[in-house]
């Protein structure tokens, strides 16, 4: 399974060992693949990818399903706001109503946003609260000879 937006990801990034996918798995992918020097390639998209469910602590789970409702609702609230603007841009002669339109979706979409952000935060901290958790559980969901080293996954190719 590729990771989506929201998922707990393993390895997203080198420098971290779990974090929430902000961008489809195989946007990143390409972006590795785009960006990055080819050295790391291998590596970074051997390691990448979405942590089971079964371990995840329940507080993250919990975390994780409020943030995708609220996600929902501020995705929802986006395309209103987008069909509101459209509407403005295309009836200048009836600007009074697409106005009046457009204020309420940026009002519904400011309060979606406020509650992405606060569910955002929250999520971050279930995953950042149960880092002892991922550390200790870490090989049995990621590749039997991963190189995460506590602080990065390239602790053989990199000595600081």
């Avoid at 390639?41 to 609220?70: K, S």
Wanted: proline fraction near 4%.
């Amino acid at each position: 399974m590729k990771g989506e937006i929201g998922d707990v990801g393993k390895h997203i990034h080198h420098t971290q060992l779990v974090e929430m996918f902000t961008e489809p798995q195989e946007s990143r992918e390409d972006y590795i693949r785009s960006e990055k020097p080819e050295g790391e390639h291998l590596t970074r998209l051997r390691l990448i990818g979405v942590i089971p469910d079964q371990y995840l602590p329940q507080e993250v789970l919990a975390a994780r399903e409020i943030f995708r409702q609220a996600w929902a609702a501020y995705n929802q609230a986006r395309a209103a706001y987008s069909q509101a603007w459209a509407a403005y841009d295309q009836a200048r002669a009836a600007y009074s109503q697409a106005w009046a339109a457009y204020d309420q979706a940026r009002a519904a979409h400011d309060q979606a946003r406020a509650a992405y952000d606060q569910a955002w935060a929250a999520y971050y901290q279930a995953i950042w609260n149960n880092k002892e958790h991922f550390e200790s559980t870490h090989h049995l969901w990621c590749v039997p000879d991963c190189p995460w080293n506590g602080v990065t996954i390239f602790s053989k190719e990199r000595k600081k």
